[in-house]
């Protein structure tokens, strides 16, 4: 079968896509960046597109054609500046199923998510209830399916953020520590989707993905701390209140384009835990990896230690420079004159005083620009450039800079690393 996938590339439609082709299946999958997919994924057929674009019926026409089935793995946490949770997860899904009917689809699969528990105000669930409700009503072959928290050897997002909290060096500090916790592998959920594909389920089928362990949050962040083989620590509850600066902090990140697992919505959804509807008539019959069989099965590594401690740290980098830039530009700002004085023995007063201005604003750009993510690769290279600008003018100048027992010029050297391993972990998947 031709088969069309949203979200191809992320943590569970990259999982369902390889699924599908190691069944002799066609893939065809949707990106921003085909080029770096094509690369990563060579089995694939990519087509260039943006869901948040596609809200009309004829942006459909294209991709769909020739394919009988779409999978629709594709979704985000909550706006900001990349993303737009209506356009993505509402108007681009209308769209989609009047074109499937127009196109003669066989078959959607949507991944959605429980919509009527904590947080189901949130525009993150609102988005993909209409979704769900639209498709349902659409009269359309459809299958909906909706994992708890989703476990497997990568990680991403919230399944991100558990690893971080487990390897938190002294304690675990932790918001709603009792919530329950279902979750799922991303094997079982691929295995799903391909039973939907080859006709399993009947058409309207809405099934809640989920193994029969209910664990608390403490359980679960405790089970990937061992599976990192690192030694026990206590646990620390933090009220929700005492939490709230963090949220804030993330949800202005997203705003600026970063997807922290820390945001409001994400707070709002774990108040209640992650439980499906627990149903009978909701669930598969068949029994699904737990937790503890999933990690056992995917044995950790040194890297993924790495990976747990930098995912925290990550944040604090970026913060860390951008204060850094911005505050090197202010302060000379500050007393211009005193601040040119280096430059004085090469120029006159005047241009000492607009080169010190400019390299002022200079440096206050790029500690801006860091902190907005599409801007933040260009920013950090714009930083390494700048700062061996300096070293080397600065060399040329004044040499004696490099004895100088505050070190002006040597102490540049850290920051010169820290913008490099920075650069190191920037990708986000």
């Known amino acids: 079968m031709n088969i069309l996938i949203l979200g191809a590339t992320g943590f569970i439609g990259s999982a369902v896509a390889a699924r599908l082709h190691a069944e002799g299946h066609l893939v065809t999958g949707l990106a921003r960046n085909p080029g770096r997919a094509r690369i990563k994924y060579p089995s694939i057929t990519w087509i260039k597109a943006d869901l948040a674009t596609m809200t009309d019926p004829s942006n459909w026409q294209v991709p769909l054609s020739g394919h009988q089935a779409v999978i629709n793995c594709a979704g985000a946490l909550q706006d900001g500046l990349s993303d737009d949770l209506a356009a993505t997860q509402e108007r681009a899904m209308h769209a989609l199923y009047v074109a499937a009917k127009q196109s003669a689809i066989d078959l959607i699969v949507q991944i959605s998510a429980r919509t009527d528990g904590g947080g189901k105000e949130q525009p993150f669930l609102t988005t993909k209830r209409n979704a769900d409700e639209a498709l349902a009503a659409s009269g359309l072959n459809h299958v909906i399916l909706r994992p708890a928290l989703v476990l497997g050897r990568n990680a991403h997002g919230g399944t991100a953020l558990l690893r971080a909290l487990a390897a938190m060096p002294f304690a675990f500090p932790l918001i709603h520590a009792q919530s329950p916790m279902e979750t799922i592998s991303v094997d079982d ?89 627990r149903s009978a008539q909701h669930r598969l019959s068949q029994r699904l990896t737990t937790a503890a069989e999933i990690l056992d099965a995917n044995p950790s590594g040194i890297q993924d230690v790495w990976s747990a401690r930098l995912y925290l740290l990550k944040p604090l980098m970026i913060a860390g420079l951008a204060l850094f830039w911005i505050v090197s530009g202010i302060v000379p700002i500050l007393a211009p004159i005193t601040a040119s004085r280096h430059f004085l023995p090469f120029m006159s007063q005047d241009m000492a005083t607009t080169l010190t201005i400019a390299t002022c604003f200079i440096d206050m750009a790029l500690g801006v620009l860091i902190l907005v993510r599409p801007f933040a690769r260009t920013a950090l290279y714009g930083m390494l450039a700048v700062t061996l600008a300096y070293l080397a003018g600065g060399t040329l100048l004044e040499p004696s800079l490099w004895l100088d027992p505050l070190g002006p010029l040597v102490k540049v050297l850290p920051s010169i690393l820290l913008t490099v391993a920075t650069l190191a972990v920037l990708e986000e998947r």
């Open 189 to 277: 959920v691929a295995a799903a989707v391909s039973k939907a594909i080859a006709g399993q389920f009947p058409s309207g089928a809405d099934i809640d993905l989920a193994n029969d362990d209910v664990l608390t949050l403490r359980e679960l962040v405790t089970l990937h701390r061992n599976w990192l083989g690192l030694a026990p620590v206590p646990v620390v509850a933090i009220p929700a209140g005492l939490a709230r600066p963090v949220t804030w902090a993330a949800d202005i990140a997203g705003r600026l384009g970063w997807r922290s697992p820390l945001r409001s919505t994400a707070m709002a959804v774990m108040s209640e835990g992650v439980l499906s509807r």
